[in-house]
């Protein structure tokens, strides 16, 4: 049983910052590529980042040089730290996983098999 929890959305000014957090539990953690998404209200949800089980990252056009995707095993948790946050970044922020260990193309919904429920993030103008 594979489970993932996000926390650490808020509300924020634009130009703030938040760091998003992605606990995970039910398997050898340090095995598996985590992925974050976004899904805001009316759009489809999109890829914003991914960290492989061995340390590579991969992130969206929007997100590079705003966002850092980090992992720390010996927690068992997955970060996303967000700065220079704008209005556009409001969404829900999930984290996802896929089944196959030791790979690393999980970059769209589809290709993710356990997902967290998901934390709210909220930038105002």
């Known amino acids: 049983q594979v489970q993932l929890v996000e926390s650490g959305g808020g509300l924020v000014q634009a130009g703030g910052s938040l760091r998003l957090s992605c606990a995970a539990s039910g398997r050898t953690f340090s095995r598996y590529s985590i992925a974050w998404f976004r899904q805001a209200p009316g759009k489809e949800r999109e890829f914003v980042t991914a960290?492989?089980?061995?340390?590579?990252?991969s992130y969206a056009s929007f997100a590079r040089g705003r966002f850092t995707i980090s992992r720390d095993n010996a927690k068992n948790t997955v970060y996303l730290q967000m700065n220079t946050l704008k209005p556009e970044d409001t969404a829900v922020y999930y984290c996802a996983s896929p089944k196959i260990a030791y790979t690393f193309n999980n970059f769209d919904p589809t290709t993710n098999d356990y997902w967290g429920q998901g934390t709210q993030v909220t930038v105002s103008a």
């Open positions: 960290i492989s089980w061995n340390g590579v990252t």
